[in-house]
Each structure stands twice: as structure tokens, then as C-alpha cells.
């Protein structure tokens, strides 16, 4: 479902302003699952309420560029929450979370399509709490993901661009850091 929704969701916020909707406290933080995570929204950025989805105990949120001008990446940030629990994860650390992701299992979780084949992991690193992968999905291109628990929840972000305005990755992780930054902020 949420495969859908990327291309019409990239084409709006690219060629006009998204807009925060109402039932956000505020423009830098949107409350999801009933408040039990705050989703920070990087400066520049603003919530499409009309792409993504709230599961009983998971949610997909996706930002992009609120204007069409110079001084913000042109980017598609995707935010998914895992469910309460989720995080635990997390706990393996570093050397065996590179592990998986670079295992068949792996690239296909970090796929669009769910192929393992389609997903070719450059990098894998740390910084402050989250683990960060830096690939190349043959559906969306070369970026970066970002993988870390709030509040007892798995927490995926992903920095991309689209078909027609590709991110450079330097901008992707630039992107990435920005996202990190407005979680740790909307989640003290």
C-alpha cells in the first residue's frame, strides 16, 4: 500500500508545498499511535497527511519538502514506528545488526520490493543510539537509512529522492542527520 502512495506523494511535494494537517501539536513534531511516539519533522519539511498510514501499533509517516526552493533538499523522508516492543532489537548492537542486514533476510527487509537481489548494501556504521545503513535499492536508488528504538520502538527512516529528482547520497545522509536530530528533539 504504502509502494503506491510514493510516487503521487514524491510529485506533490516537489512541485508544491505540503502542509501540516490538523491534529499536530506542532510543525516540528507529529504525534503518532496516540501519542506514545513523537515523529520529529526536520526544518524545511512538513507531514503529508494524505500518504502514509496508522496501524493499530505501528505507523508510516512521509515528509517532503514543504517549498519548492534551494535551500532544502528536494527529499522524501519515510518514517516507519514498529510496534511497542520492537526496539528490543536494538540490544544485539552494531556488529550484529550489520550482520543481518547485509544477509539475504536483510537487503530483502531493506527492499522496496522485498527481493534481497534487489538491495546492495555499501555501509554499515553507528552514531550516538542509531544504526546507520548506507545502499542501494534498485527501485528507489542510492541512500541512506537509519535504524533506531524510541521508546521501546523500532524506528526506520529513510532519506530518498524520486525517479524524476534523485538525492544525491552526501544529501541523503545530510538529510538523514536532519531526521535523526527532530526525533531526539520531539522524544526527550
Same mark, same amino acid.
Given at each position: 500500500?504504502?509502494?503506491?502512495?510514493?510516487?503521487?506523494?514524491?510529485?506533490?511535494?516537489?512541485?508544491?508545498?505540503?502542509?501540516?494537517?490538523?491534529?499536530?501539536?506542532?510543525?516540528?513534531?507529529?504525534?503518532?499511535?496516540?501519542?506514545?511516539?513523537?515523529?520529529?519533522?526536520?526544518?524545511?519539511?512538513?507531514?503529508?497527511?494524505?500518504?502514509? +498510514?496508522?496501524?493499530?501499533?505501528?505507523?508510516?509517516?512521509?515528509?517532503?519538502?514543504?517549498?519548492?526552493? @534551494?535551500?532544502?533538499?528536494?527529499?522524501?523522508?519515510?518514517?516507519?514506528?514498529?510496534?511497542?516492543?520492537?526496539?528490543?532489537?536494538?540490544?544485539?548492537?552494531?556488529?550484529?545488526?550489520?550482520?543481518?542486514?547485509?544477509?539475504?533476510? @536483510? +537487503?530483502?527487509?531493506?527492499?522496496?520490493?522485498?527481493?534481497?537481489?534487489?538491495?546492495?548494501?555499501?555501509?554499515?556504521?553507528?552514531?550516538?543510539?542509531?544504526?546507520?545503513?548506507?545502499?542501494?535499492?534498485?527501485?528507489?536508488?542510492?541512500?541512506? +537509512?537509519?535504524?533506531? @528504538?524510541?521508546?521501546? +520502538?523500532?524506528?526506520?527512516?529513510?532519506?530518498?529522492?524520486?525517479?524524476?529528482?534523485?538525492?544525491?547520497?552526501?544529501?541523503?545522509?545530510?538529510?538523514?542527520?536532519?531526521?535523526?536530530?527532530?526525533?531526539?528533539?520531539?522524544?526527550?
Amino acid at each position: 500500500m504504502i509502494r503506491a502512495l510514493l510516487p503521487p506523494f514524491a510529485a506533490l511535494c516537489l512541485l508544491s508545498a505540503c502542509e501540516t494537517g490538523s491534529g499536530f501539536a506542532t510543525s516540528r513534531s507529529a504525534p503518532v499511535l496516540n501519542g506514545a511516539l513523537n515523529v520529529g519533522v526536520p526544518p524545511g519539511y512538513c507531514v503529508d497527511n494524505s500518504a502514509g +498510514r496508522v496501524g493499530p501499533d505501528n505507523a508510516v509517516v512521509l515528509m517532503g519538502r514543504c517549498q519548492n526552493t @534551494g535551500q532544502t533538499a528536494p527529499a522524501l523522508i519515510s518514517v516507519s514506528v514498529g510496534q511497542g516492543g520492537s526496539a528490543g532489537v536494538m540490544i544485539a548492537g552494531g556488529a550484529a545488526l550489520a550482520a543481518f542486514f547485509t544477509s539475504d533476510q @536483510g +537487503r530483502a527487509t531493506l527492499s522496496r520490493e522485498g527481493r534481497a537481489s534487489d538491495v546492495q548494501v555499501i555501509e554499515v556504521s553507528s552514531a550516538d543510539n542509531a544504526f546507520l545503513i548506507h545502499l542501494i535499492d534498485r527501485s528507489v536508488g542510492e541512500h541512506w +537509512r537509519a535504524v533506531i @528504538g524510541v521508546a521501546g +520502538r523500532l524506528v526506520t527512516i529513510s532519506a530518498t529522492g524520486t525517479e524524476t529528482v534523485p538525492l544525491p547520497p552526501a544529501e541523503s545522509r545530510k538529510v538523514l542527520d536532519l531526521a535523526l536530530t527532530a526525533l531526539a528533539r520531539a522524544n526527550p
